[in-house]
């Protein structure tokens, strides 16, 4: 995983670009990735740590109206987490999970494994001070006990926006 959170960071700061992640199942899992890379203070700029509702809500600015419609692991909410996340910081681009790592907690409609991740980028901020960003979402359904989940979801996290770099 060094390798390919060096790799971004090469690609971040031939940018001048930061990065913020915005972590439920992975419990920053995404950050000690990246911060393994010696200098990674020059492209990386936070990390959340957002586990209940109530800190997606209260950190991220993700609508409760949402966690109460979709749940936490939705496209809805990570979509806003990585919106969050942008707007809570200086970055450019933002990595955002969510998922059900297990042992317990799947259901049927979303089984131990299920993973929301989305990469977001900054466009602009308008007139208003509002936020304009690009978000691209997926959802994968990771095999394995509860730490198999969580590396495969870091290193999908972070392999795909290499990637999109």
């Known amino acids: 995983m060094i390798e390919i959170a060096n790799q971004i960071g090469v690609a971040l700061k031939s940018k001048g670009w930061m990065i913020v992640t915005a972590e439920s199942c992975t419990g920053g ?6 911060t393994a890379v010696p200098g990674c ?6 990390a959340f740590v957002t586990y209940s509702y109530e800190a997606k809500v209260e950190v991220l600015g993700v609508r409760q109206s949402s966690l109460a419609e979709y749940g936490a692991v939705s496209e809805q909410v990570v979509q806003e987490m990585a919106r ?8 450019h681009v933002a990595i955002a999970v969510s998922g059900i790592a297990g042992p317990a907690g799947g259901t049927p409609e979303k089984p131990v494994g299920s993973v929301w991740i ?12 509002a936020l304009n960003s ?6 994968y359904l990771f095999l394995g006990d509860r730490e198999a989940v969580r590396q495969q979801t870091v290193v999908k996290a972070l392999s795909e926006l290499l990637h999109n770099l």
């Open 134 to 139: 690009t978000v691209i979402s997926k959802r």
């Open 41 to 46: 203070s020059a492209w990386f700029d936070r």
């Open 84 to 91: 969050g996340a942008l707007g809570h910081s200086r970055a």
């Open 29 to 34: 899992g995404i950050a000690e990735a990246i």
């Open 118 to 129: 989305s990469w977001a980028t900054r466009d602009s901020i308008d007139a208003d001070e």
